[in-house]
């Protein structure tokens, strides 16, 4: 049975790694390869209805899908031929139900008016159900494509497609999460939009164990307690981890969302030197791992060049106690080179992850020299995404891996030091051409 995706034209590259994923998770057969970057109109082969509403129903980059009646067809004559063809034997299954007719138009629309009569020129269906403009049984939907020459759209749409619509995606929860309605946020917090995208990438599941070793305010762990699942965040920075007071800290941003009961903790740790029990396993691990440009990467420790320092930290008493022993004793750090802490995410997601599991992080790359070479791989781990979301002379590219099964080992390709190290110099210095 065909079916019509409306996709949002934000973050086209990422469209089809969402889809691609989330039929994945579902495990829905469709093939979507008819993708089309410039166009927010897709057809895709399902079962049925209800496969249709399990492939978006997650998705924040489609809008809503509906069953195919007619279309794409370059006039509104052709259209109803389509119609008249290939589905009146669905009209009498709809006579008697409740319904309305809408229209929707890319990068145009049309007058009142048009639209009245458009729906006139459908009485051939012969519905007898009552029009109902709120909570109909039924909605009925004209896609039109119009093409923009220069800054102006063409008079007439070049593509008109006909649906019964099946199902809206979860894009509605952007302005459930919108950063700027978020009780505590800081510099780093990720935008709704790309923290629920990340999360539908990285295969983030109800009652699934997900971990962000770079939480900072919780962008992450909120998308993810969203789709159900249960979270754990470390931060080096324990400010972080406090907040800014009682009522703004990351167990606020749950609360605001009732999912108070999907945090399991959030501590502040040094994530390559973790405390995490021996054998415990993540179902995801979910991240935008710091890179130095509006914070610092930085380890617990002390410069080995600061020799007596250390030496000084180590013997300093603090009412007859060593200071490193207590409580209160917060602990000196030390800059951390940033592609060292990508083999270490992926040495510690190779290791970590249950089999099938998913890793997604973002990492920077320069435009004017960017190589694959750049990105790290690890033995067991596949990697299967790499979408880039580009700011002209830089990109932020989400890489996802999946664990592999026992025994399957791939390619272990370490971090280029040299061009990692060198992004934040460039970021600062304006990408100037060498």
Known sequence: MKYLLLLSQT????????????????????????HDESSPFMIVELENDEAAKKLIRRSVLAKSIYELWGGPAASMEELHEQIKTQTSQLWPKYATDSFKFEIIGYQSSRPKEEFIKMVEGFSYMDFKGK???????????????????????????????????????????????DLKKRKYIGTTSFDAELSL??????????????????????SFLVAAAAFGALTVGSDIDVRMIRG?????????????????NRLLDVLAVDFTNNSFRK?????????????????????????EEDVEKKKHLETTLVDGQLAHTRRDYIPPKKPFEFGKMMDALLSFSAERLVEDGRLAFWMPTANQDYTDAEIPLHEDLELICNCVQDFNQWSRRCLVYRRRKEGDKGELR???????EDFRVKYFKGFKNE
Do not use: W
């Open 131 to 177: 029009i109902k403009m709120k909570s109909p049984d039924h909605v009925f939907t004209i896609l039109e494509d119009y093409r923009v020459i220069g800054q102006n759209p063409e008079p007439a749409p070049a593509r008109i497609f006909f649906g019964r619509h099946i199902a809206n995606s979860n894009r509605s929860a952007m302005d459930t999460f």
């Open 244 to 260: 800014k007071g009682k009522g703004c800290d990351i167990p606020a941003n749950f609360k605001q969302y009732n999912s108070v």
């Open 414 to 420: 370490k971090t280029e030091g040299g061009k990692a």
């Open 11 to 34: 973050h086209m590259q990422f469209r089809l790694a969402e889809l691609t994923a989330l039929a994945q998770l579902e495990n829905i057969a469709v093939d979507l390869s008819s």
């Open 279 to 303: 054998g415990l396993k993540f179902d995801s691990i979910v991240c935008d791992p710091p890179y130095g440009v509006r914070e610092g990467l930085k380890v617990l420790g002390v410069r």
């Open 197 to 218: 995208l990340t999360c539908n990438l990285a295969h983030v599941k109800r009652n699934g164990l997900m971990y962000d070793p770079f939480a900072g305010t919780g």
